[in-house]
């Protein structure tokens, strides 16, 4: 049987929480990355039966999608992983628009050509972005209650991304800090975090004004 493979920059971008869904379920696949400088994923693009050929894509069998999204929904109703119930399953939904929408803010941000001038006024904005979580999580394991999901994979990343802009960022939230503390120590991820395949830093393209290139942040 052909490994499954899932193809990207050798970065974290947009895929990073569909590394972290598959090895948590332990599935064995191949981590195809492509070096951004040498933009050696050209001579792929056209030759793989893609649909609408893009990064990332994931391919299974006769299985061969693109879109982000796509793939981590998709792997999420393969393993259950998107809710057990309507109640979760609506927590779920809710929960991966609105990161979205978190991490959408701060790309912009990053990319943006007036990025010295709105960084300050950003920043200011966080603690509040952050308190809409800590009260959405309270006192639950996990965004849609006892049971892991593929949001919460988006959300452990994009609080990380967070973090790694403005160290502060979870400052006064303790139910997100202890959230993040206990993604980071799932016993199924401890083999990737401690592996040369998990890269904390770069986070984006080169072009990005922060996490795209350069040292990474001393907090890292």
Known sequence: MVKPILGYWD??????????????????FEDKRYNVHIDD???????LGLDFPNLPYYIEDDLRITQ?????????????MDGKNESQKVRVSLADLELIDLRTALCRL????????????????????MK?????????KYLAGDNITYVDFMAYDCFDMYKLFQKNALDGCPN????????RNLPELQGYFNSPQCKLWPIFKPKAH???SGDPPKHL
Do not use: C
């Open 11 to 28: 970065f974290r971008g947009y895929v990073e929480p569909i590394r972290f869904l598959l090895h948590y379920k332990k599935v064995d």
């Open 41 to 47: 994923w050209l001579e792929d693009k056209f030759n």
């Open 68 to 80: 982000s999204k796509t793939i981590i929904q998709y792997l999420a109703r393969k393993y259950g």
């Open 110 to 129: 990053l990319y943006s050509d007036h990025y010295e001038a709105l960084k300050e006024n950003f920043i200011k904005k966080i603690p509040d972005m």
């Open 132 to 140: 809409q979580w800590e009260t959405f999580l309270g006192d639950q």
């Open 176 to 183: 997100l800090q202890a959230y993040q503390k206990r993604m």
């Open 210 to 212: 922060f996490g795209g």
